[in-house]
């Protein structure tokens, strides 16, 4: 299954916005399932910044997050 998503993370001084699309398969019998997400844009406020900053910088600080907010959503 497919689901495009996006997750905002308010600070006090801006706003960080990640459009990502998470894919999963449900678990089944020994099959444990799988899930996957890509993150497609980030912006902070409306200016989009380059994956490459977002991954070197933001990524790691936000990952759990995104997962839990995809999760939530599925």
Partial sequence: ?????TYEKVEKDYTLSVDYTYFWED?????????ELQVTEAY???????LEF????LHDKVEDDLNEHAKNLT
């Avoid at 678990?27 to 899930?35: P, Q, S, T």
């Avoid at 977002?54 to 910088?57: E, H, I, S, V």
Wanted: proline letters at 4%.
């Fill in 27 to 35: 678990a089944e019998g020994d099959y444990l399932g799988m899930h």
């Fill in 44 to 50: 902070v406020d409306s200016k989009t910044i380059p």
């Fill in 1 to 5: 299954m497919k689901l495009r998503a």
């Fill in 54 to 57: 977002y991954y070197d910088l």
